[in-house]
């Protein structure tokens, strides 16, 4: 009984890393295709937003905030 578990469970865990193989190698392949199509410039563009968007301000999803950050620190621990 414990042997048919543990089998189960290693074929499950191998069809999780297939599938995340699979669609991280796709999002990659999009990412790189979308960066070739539209060229560093307007990929890497910063979009202005002086006022939210319409999903944040309707009440039906709840009530939302904006904030506007200056600067963006990223700060790496290894």
Do not use: C, N, W
């Amino acid at each position: 009984m414990a042997l048919t578990s543990t089998f189960a469970k290693i074929l499950l865990l191998i069809g999780q890393l297939v599938l995340v193989f699979i669609y991280g190698t796709l999002g990659i392949i999009l990412t790189f295709l979308q960066f070739i199509r539209l060229g560093p410039t307007k990929f890497f563009r910063r979009v202005e937003r002086p006022i939210p968007p319409a999903q944040a301000t309707d009440p039906v999803y709840g009530k939302h905030e904006m904030i506007k950050l200056k600067v963006i620190l990223l700060l790496l621990i290894l």
